[in-house]
């Protein structure tokens, strides 16, 4: 039988687990709410025409691009460590630590979504994709932490490891390339293009298409 200093001590994992989640998915939905407010509302006259608010609205095609960017770029952030969290047992000092500075990344990621999406330039892209590495690196350390430190529920395997690490660094890597190719270039659809490649960049390799992502 189990002591009753065991099952308090099973207790105080899973509410501490539980607690960890709960502020987890608030910072994630209050970051994707932040969003919005990077869409500026049109200011035109009250007796303007309707040709005037359209031709308003055509100006904000910016910030509407970098909001769905976002919106997608935080959503699968979400999904990733909503899945990560299921084959949590336990969190740990550090655990929570890390979990906090990838939570801080999130959450900041309104801000250059709203400058890459008033100036439409290099520089607010390379903010941007700085911004969006920080977070990744920040989860990819979460991740390896976890399982050194014995947190997950099953042991992964070498091979599922080595898939997921490359997954990260395929992902991570796609935003970083894209910073020195649009300053040089000043072309920002070439970053977007590293975007999409980078996080499918695994799939090209021997074997990447297997593992676990």
Request: with cysteine.
């Amino acid at each position: 039988m189990e002591s009753e200093s065991d099952t308090n001590s099973e207790r105080m994992k899973a509410y501490d687990l539980s607690r960890t989640i709960s502020l987890s998915d608030g910072i994630f939905a209050f970051a994707l709410t932040l969003l919005v407010l990077s869409i500026s509302v049109p200011q035109v006259s009250q007796v303007g025409s309707s040709g005037e608010l359209w031709t308003a609205l055509k100006s904000r095609e910016g910030e509407l691009m970098s909001y769905l960017i976002s919106f997608a770029v935080i959503g699968s952030f979400w999904i990733r460590h909503h899945k990560f969290c299921g084959t949590l047992k336990a969190v740990d000092g550090p655990f929570l630590a890390i979990n906090l500075v990838y939570l801080a990344t999130v959450a900041f990621i309104p801000y250059p979504t709203q400058l890459l999406g008033d100036f439409q330039d290099s520089t607010a892209f390379a903010v941007y994709a700085s911004a969006i590495s920080i977070s990744i690196i920040a989860s990819v350390v979460l991740a390896e932490h976890s399982t050194r430190a014995g947190l997950l529920t099953s042991e992964p395997s070498a091979a599922e490891r080595k898939a997921d690490r490359i997954d990260g660094i395929s992902v991570i890597l796609g935003f970083v390339i894209s910073i020195p190719l649009v300053l040089l270039a000043g072309d920002l659809w070439l970053g977007y293009l590293c975007w999409i490649i980078g996080p499918n960049f695994h799939y090209l390799l021997p074997g990447g298409g297997s593992g676990k992502h």
